[in-house]
C-alpha cells in the first residue's frame, strides 16, 4: 500500500518515497471529489450523519496525507522532494479553493443551520457549522461564476508564490558559508560553537571553521565574537537574505533567482484583489474576520498605546547601551553587528553572568524531563518515550506518549530538536492528526491527537571520542516551552469533532495563549531548582538517552532502543545564578517589545493602506515605520521583509500582532497561578482549570469566553506591563 493512504496507524515516515506522493494526492482527491458528489446528489434534508460527517472524513484524509508530505519538505527538504510538494500544491490548492467556493454545499450549511436539528446540535458542532458559513463566504461562494474562477486562481497563485518564498529564503540560508582558518579571528566565540563550526568544516573535508546562517552558528557569533569584521560579514549576509543584494560566501544559485522582491509585491496585488472581490475594504479585514479582533483600527490603537508606554523603556535600553560601548568596548558608533555582542557584554557587566554560563545548566538530558514534570504535576499526566516500533523522518527526532493517570492514552508527539541542512529555520508546532470521534462497524472510538514540535537548537557533539548533550541557552528553553504549550493546546483538547478539536476553530490571535503561557515557568524557581543541572564531565559515547550518538533507524524504519542511564555528575543551578537571571529578566525588555510592535504595525499597515502598484515600495513603508516606533534603525541594505516568512509563507498575513495580542492573555491568565498560589505556581488545582477552560474546549466556542471562564473577568493589559517591568 501506498504509505500516504494508509490511516490505520501512525504516519509511516521511513516509508514514504517521492514517488508515493503524485498517485496519493490524485487517489485522494478523487475519493473526496466522488465523496463531495454524492453529498450535492442527497435529496434528503442535509442533517449532520448524511452531511457533514461524510464531508469530514473525506476531507481529514486528504489533509493528513498532505499533511505529511508538507512536513517533510519542512524538515528534511531535498530537491526532488520539492519538485513534487511543488507540483501537487496548486491542485491541493484548487481543491478547498473549489469546495469553499461550492454553492450547493453553501446552501445545505444553510439549511442545516435553519433546520430544527441545529438546535439539538451540540456546541461544537454548531460553531462548526457557523464556522463553515463564515468561510464559505471568505472563500467566495457568494461571488458569480466569472468572479469564481478569478478568486481561485488568485489562490492557487498565492499558494504557490508563498511556497517560493520559503523555498527562496531556506536557500538563500543553506547556500552561505564563511570559511576560516585563523584561530585569532576567532576569539570570544564559545567553546560549543567552534566545536560545530569545526565539524562543519570537517564534514567538507576543509581544515579550520566553518560557519552558516542557520541559528546556532549565527548567534553565537554575534553575541560573543570580538572579531567587528566577522560580525559585519555574518550580518550583512543574514540580513540582506533572498534579496538582490549580493555578498560574498554563496555557495550556489545567483542572487537574483533567490530575490524574494518580485514575490512579495505580487503577493501583496493578489491578497488587495482578493479583498476587493469579497466585499472587503483591504485584506487586513479579510484576516480578522477569523480572529477575536474586530478591525484594523483596534489592531492599530492596541499596538500603538503598547508603543508608548514601552517607548520609555526602550530609549533607556538604548542610551545604556550606547554609554557602555564607548565606555568599555571603545564603539563610538554602535552599528546593527554590535548591538547582541555590545548587549551581552553589558549583561555580564550588570548581572554578573552570561548566556554561556547558563548554558551549562540546560543540557538537554534535564531541560525535557524537567519539563515534561512539570506539565506532568499540572494536568496529572504520564509522558513517556517510546524508542521502539515507531517512524521517523530523521535519526535525531524522538517520539513520546501522553496518557493520563489510569495509562489511558491521550496522544502522542514527534520532537524535532536540532538544526540541520534542509530544515525550514525557527520554532513550530503543526498537528499530524487530530482529535475526533471515530465511527467503525462495531464501536465508535476516540482517534488520538498526534503533534509535530520543531526547533532548530545546537545538537550534541562529539569531543574526544565522547557524547556532551545539546546544551540550551535560556531563551532556547523558552522557545521549547513555548512550543510545547502549542502542543499541549492540540494533545489535551477534549473535543470529539474535528473542526474544533485543539487548535482547530480557535481565533488566530488567541492561538499564541497557551504557547506564551508555558514560557513563564522558566522563570520560577520551583521549576528551574529541578531542571537546570549542569553536567560537569562527559559521558561515554552512546550512554546518554538523548544524543546524536544513538543508533541510527532500523531496516524497517523504526527507532531503536537507547539506554536511559547515564552517569550523574551534575549540579544544580546556583540560586546565585537564578536570582542575577531573574534581575535581568527585562533586560532590554523595552526594546524587545518595541522591535515586536515595529514588525506587528508593518504587516497590519501592509495589508490595510499600503498600495502594492503605488509608488511607495514594500522598504520604504517599513523604513517609515521605523522612524515612528523604532529606537534602534538598522542600515539601509537591511531587507527584512524578505525572510519575513510568518506574513509571506505562513498565515500571519495582517496577523502578526496576534503575538501581543495574546501575550495580554497569557501573562493575564499566568497571574491566576501566581495569585492561587504564591511561591508555588505549580498548582495542579488551577492547572485542572486551565485545561478544562482553556486547552481541553479547542475552538468549541470563542476564545473571550474560555478566558472568561477560567480568569472570572476579561483581560486586563496591567499583568504584561509587570513581566515586563513596565509598569508603573
Known sequence: MNPLLDFSELPRFADIRTEHITPAVNQLLADSRAVLGGIREETAAPTWQNFVQPMEDANERLARAWGQVSHLNAVVNTAELREAYNANLPLVTQYYAELSQDQ????????????????????????????????FHLGGADLP????????????????????????????????????????????????????????AEKNGLPGWTFTLHAPSYIPVMQHADNRTLREKLYRAYSTRASEIEVPGVLAKSIGDLDNTPLIRKILELRKEEAQMLGFGCYAEVSLATKMASTPQQVLDFLEELALKARPYAERDLTELREFAIAKLGLEKLEAWDVAYASEKLRVDRYAFSDQEVKQYFPETSVLPGMFKLVEHLYGIIIKRVEQGIQLWHPDVKFF?????????????????????????????????SRRMRSTETAERIQAPVAYLNCNFSAPVHIDGKVRPALFTHD??????????HGLHHLLTQVEDLGVSGIHGVEWDAVELPSQFMENFCWEWEVLSNMAKRVDSLPQSGSLRETRSAPPPAPDGSANAVSTEHVDNSAPIPRSLFDKMLAAKNFQSGMQTLRQIEFALFDMHLHTDFDPNGEKTVQQLLDEIREQVAVIIPPKFNRFPNSFSHIFGGGYAAGYYSYKWAEVLSADAYSLFEETSPGKVVNAETGALFWNEILAVGGSRPALESFIAFRGREPEIDALLRHHGMAA
Open 145 to 200: 461564476a466569472s468572479k469564481k474562477e478569478r478568486l481561485l486562481r488568485i489562490q492557487e497563485e498565492l499558494s504557490a508564490l508563498s511556497s517560493g518564498f520559503n523555498d527562496n529564503l531556506l536557500d538563500a540560508t543553506n547556500n552561505f558559508a564563511l570559511h576560516i582558518e585563523n584561530a585569532d579571528e576567532l576569539t570570544g566565540i564559545p567553546d560549543d560553537a567552534l566545536q560545530t563550526a569545526r565539524g562543519i
Open 401 to 433: 506518549t501522553i496518557s493520563d493517570g489510569e495509562a489511558k492514552l491521550i496522544g502522542h508527539f514527534y520532537l524535532d530538536l536540532y538544526a540541520r541542512p534542509g530544515k525550514r529555520g525557527g520554532g513550530w508546532m503543526d498537528d499530524a492528526v
Open 476 to 485: 532556547e528553553v523558552i522557545t521549547l516551552f513555548h512550543e510545547f504549550g
Open 104 to 135: 450547493i454545499l453553501f446552501e445545505k450549511f444553510k439549511q442545516l443551520r435553519n433546520s430544527d436539528e441545529f438546535q439539538d446540535l451540540s456546541n461544537a458542532r454548531k460553531k462548526i457549522v457557523e464556522n463553515a458559513l463564515r468561510d
